[in-house]
Nanobody, 119 residues
Framework: QVQLVESGGGLVQAGGSLSLSCAASGRTFNNYAMGWFRQAPGKEREFVAAVSWRSGELYYTDSVKGRFTISRDHAKNAVCLQMNSLKPEDTAVYYC????????????WGQGTQVTVSS
């Protein structure tokens, strides 16, 4: 059974930093991209960042470029999201996700972790 378990959310002041981690288990992810989505209250879930598990190619949405860094740890089977210079508009539930490289659909979701940035 595949599981994606997020950790590291919390409350931080604007300008601060948080690091999220997603521990993956239940299968190998060599042919997957893994990453993060977020959903703010009253808004649709949106893509944040992703990394190709095999090649390490990185993808970011424009609003987080230069502030967020996604990385993968093969030894721990984990994906991390380092978030710096946080803004109140980054407040959302952050979800870890995994998608096969040849698919347009997310195959697996984590349960989500809350990130709140106060002004």
């Amino acid at each position: 059974q595949v599981q994606l378990v997020e950790s590291g959310g919390g409350l931080v002041q604007a300008g601060g930093s948080l690091s999220l981690s997603c521990a993956a288990s239940g299968r190998t992810f060599n042919n997957y991209a893994m990453g993060w989505f977020r959903q703010a209250p009253g808004k649709e879930r949106e893509f944040v960042a992703a990394v190709s598990w095999r090649s390490g190619e990185l993808y970011y949405t424009d609003s987080v470029k230069g502030r967020f860094t996604i990385s993968r740890d093969h030894a721990k089977n984990a994906v991390c999201l380092q978030m710096n210079s946080l803004k109140p508009e980054d407040t959302a539930v952050y979800y870890c996700a995994a998608r096969r490289l040849n698919s347009d659909y997310i195959d697996y979701w984590g349960q989500g972790t809350q990130v709140t940035v106060s002004s």
